[in-house]
């Protein structure tokens, strides 16, 4: 049974930095690619990067100076860094398992507020 | 970045009517052309991969055509469960994109 599950601090300072987790279980990290995407209320969702099956990364254009993805396949969990964080930054983060392009599975979500 | 207009931004439905939703591309994305559900305080949910192509387990009156820049997500026969934010996203080119969504609701 596929399932992605993210964790981490749901209240973030401004100019702080985000760090997420997303554990996984049901298929392996060396076989599927696992992308991050969120959503803030109320709008469509954003694509924001994906970590590839091989250990390779890809980040959104608009976030990569402050993006970072990395992962560790003995524990089956994929990590977002996002630095500077502003209010606009408020909203749902999804990993979702990555399968060529389409989101075929999804994490619940976490809700990240970014206030002071 | 390729641009997806959905439209319409909402759609007042009948139970039992069939429905057409449109998904829009500022460039073409060939068949690279995926649709979601989203339901109210859920995940969105995959309904439609490469334009046309069914995912098991989704109702079989979810349908979907086009190819390179407009795209259609037909529902046949619409039930209150189906009352949800559709969204479309393109994977031919990064960044992957989404819509902006089209909110289905009871007239």
């Known amino acids: 049974q596929v399932q992605l599950k993210e964790s981490g601090p749901g209240l973030v300072q401004p100019s702080e930095t985000l760090s997420l987790t997303c554990t996984v279980s049901?298929?392996?990290?060396?076989?599927?690619?696992v992308s991050w995407v969120r959503q803030p209320s109320g709008k469509g969702p954003e694509w924001m990067g994906r970590m590839w099956y091989d250990g390779d990364t890809a980040y959104n254009s608009a976030l990569k100076s402050r993006l970072s993805i990395s992962r560790d396949t003995s524990k089956n969990q994929v990590f977002l860094k996002m630095n500077s964080l502003q209010t606009d930054d408020t909203g749902t983060y999804y990993c979702?398992?990555?399968?060529?392009?389409?989101?075929?599975?999804w994490g619940q979500g976490v809700m990240v507020t970014v206030s002071s | 970045d390729v641009v997806l207009t959905q439209s319409p931004a909402t759609l007042s439905v009948t139970p039992g009517e069939r429905i057409s939703l449109s998904c829009r591309a500022s460039e073409s994305v060939d068949t690279y052309l995926h649709w979601y559900q989203q339901k109210p305080n859920e995940s969105p949910r995959l309904l439609i991969k490469?334009?046309?192509q069914s995912i098991s387990g989704i109702p079989s009156r979810f349908s979907g055509s086009g190819s390179g820049t407009d795209f259609t997500l037909s529902i046949n026969g619409v039930e209150l469960e189906d009352l949800s934010i559709y969204y479309c996203q393109q994977g031919n080119s990064l960044p992957f994109t989404f819509g902006s969504g089209t909110k289905l609701e009871i007239k």
């Open positions: 979702t398992r990555d399968l060529w392009e389409t989101f075929d599975y």
């Open positions: 490469y334009a046309s």
């Open positions: 049901g298929f392996s990290l060396t076989s599927y690619s």
